[in-house]
Structures are given as C-alpha cells and as structure tokens.
C-alpha cells in the first residue's frame, strides 16, 4: 500500500508483517523538522491550555470558600436556619 497525501505526492509504502506494520517514508530533513517543529508546538498549546483551566479551576475553588465560608451574608445564614 502506496502513502500519498490528498495531491498524489508519493511519501512510502506500507508492508504487512505477520505481526507488526512497517511504515517506511521517505521524507526530506527540513519535512522532518517542520513536522517535529509543529509537534512542540501542538504539545506546547496543549500543556498553556491545561494550565489556565487549572488555574482558573484554583481562582473559583478559593471564591466559592471565600463567599460560602468566609463572608456569609446575613440572608444566606437566615435561609440556611430555615431549613434546619
């Protein structure tokens, strides 16, 4: 089996092996290290990405202790004494 990309440009072949698939390319090293380049990249998006939602998950724990535990306001503890 034959890899080419949606132009018809020719990168390898696939050859079956009774247990394992051999892929064999062949690319050029300024292909390779585009790909690599755009590799880190995605993986660096990725770990930004997953570091502001932690972050922002951190800032809403602390308000939501903030306002339900530290400044309870006068309505909240009526209506919590209400419902014991």
């Not at 132009?7 to 079956?16: D, F, H, L, S, V």
């Not at 247990?19 to 770990?47: F, I, P, Q, W, Y």
């Not at 530290?70 to 919590?80: C, E, G, Q, T, V």
């Amino acid at each position: 089996m034959h890899i080419c990309d949606t132009t018809g440009r020719y990168y390898g072949t696939i050859r079956r092996a009774t247990a394992d698939v051999r892929v064999t390319l062949n690319l050029s090293t300024s292909e390779t290290k585009a790909m690599d380049r755009t590799l880190v990249h995605g993986l660096a998006g990725a770990g930004v990405v997953k570091w502001i939602s932690q972050q922002l998950s951190w800032i809403s724990t602390i308000e939501a202790v903030r306002i339900l535990i530290l400044k309870p306001s006068r309505r909240f503890i009526r209506a919590s004494a209400r419902h014991l």
